[in-house]
């Protein structure tokens, strides 16, 4: 894959990732849910930190959500330039087709997250009980960095209580797929299976 076409790619998942969030944010109040089909909800949530909405805090309180959440948006605009070099070594030493479209993908998932990270704060007012408003006259609901990613993907396919024979979890009202995501960690995650998947095509021995 040259750069041009992979450089086309990330613009074409930039875009989708970014119209769906500014629209949801534009539309939809936070928490509200529509069903599409029994096993698929658009469900506004906005993650304040990792994975899952994991933050830095709920592992030490030596440090602050909001000292936190900076040093998150701040190492992954550095690990972003990380990536982009990546791409950009494996473009030119004619990586294996596989390794480019990966390493794209999550480039663009990355990038996608990272710009709700670094402005939505600012370019957004809040969503709680209100549908927020893009470029605000008031000013967003936050500082620069300090934004929230805008999720909205969400796949119950199925909910019920698990067996009691199972250990730890048995008995347990239990959610498949709980977790909501947005376009953006559908293109990070289908550039990891990729990886994990296409090993040794992406990384041959030789």
């Not at 019920?160 to 347990?172: I, S």
Request: charged fraction near 15%; include cysteine.
């Amino acid at each position: 894959m040259s750069l041009k076409k992979s450089c086309l790619l990330i613009f074409v998942i930039l875009l989708i990732d970014q119209i769906s969030k500014i629209y949801i944010k534009t539309h939809f109040v936070l928490g509200e849910d529509i069903r599409v089909f029994d096993w698929f909800r658009i469900y506004f949530i906005e993650n304040e930190g990792m994975a899952w909405g994991t933050k830095i805090s709920d592992f030490t309180s030596a440090i602050s959500d909001r000292t936190a959440k900076t040093s998150l948006t701040v190492f992954r605009i550095f690990a972003i330039f990380g990536i982009g070099y990546w791409l950009y070594s494996t473009i030119k030493n004619k990586g294996h087709y596989l390794l480019t479209l990966a390493i794209a993908l999550i480039f663009a998932g990355a990038l996608g997250n990272i710009i709700d990270s670094v402005f939505y704060g600012v370019i957004f007012n809040d969503s709680h009980g209100q549908i927020a408003t893009l470029f605000p006259a008031e000013g967003g609901y936050d500082t620069l960095l300090h934004g929230k990613v805008v999720d909205m993907l969400y796949f119950p396919i199925w909910k019920g209580y698990l067996p009691e024979w199972l250990p730890f979890w048995g008995g347990k009202f239990f959610t498949f797929f709980e977790p909501v995501f947005n376009v953006a960690d559908v293109a990070i995650s289908t550039g990891f299976i990729m990886l994990i998947v296409f090993n040794k095509k992406a990384f041959p021995k030789d």
